[in-house]
């Protein structure tokens, strides 16, 4: 199967940076879309920023100018590079990616368990 696991969270000041991880490893023969989510408490999840198997990023109005995602492919990871972070910026962080293993034709998503960001004002 495949595993997912973030790392870099943390607690920060408002206006300070942190830089999540996300690793992939298992049975992995192609990586497609990988993204960010976060869910603060009592809110749904939602997406922060995604990237393509080719570069090509997307993020959400909330962290445009602000986060940055960028992917290795070699080392299967996606990362979120946080910068002038805000109060409301606090939640958990998951990171999930479309993966297709050895002997499939198809892509499953899979999740990550999370990591706590907090940022205090």
């Known amino acids: 199967q495949v595993q997912l696991v973030e790392s870099g969270g943390g607690l920060v000041q408002a206006g300070g940076s942190l830089r999540l991880s996300c690793a992939a490893s298992?049975?992995?023969?192609?990586?497609?879309?990988m993204e960010w989510y976060r869910q603060a408490p009592a809110k749904q999840r939602e997406l922060v920023a995604a990237?393509?198997?080719?570069?090509?990023?997307h993020y959400t109005d909330f962290v445009k100018g602000r986060f940055t995602i960028s992917r290795d492919n070699a080392k299967n990871t996606v990362y979120l590079q946080m910068n002038s972070l805000k109060p409301e910026d606090t939640a958990v962080y998951y990171c999930?990616?479309?993966?297709?293993?050895?002997?499939?034709?198809?892509?499953?998503?899979?999740w990550g368990q999370g990591t706590q960001v907090t940022v205090s004002s």
């Open positions: 990237i393509s198997s080719g570069g090509s990023t």
């Open positions: 999930n990616a479309k993966v297709q293993s050895y002997g499939f034709s198809y892509y499953n998503s899979y």
């Open positions: 298992g049975s992995i023969f192609s990586i497609d879309a």
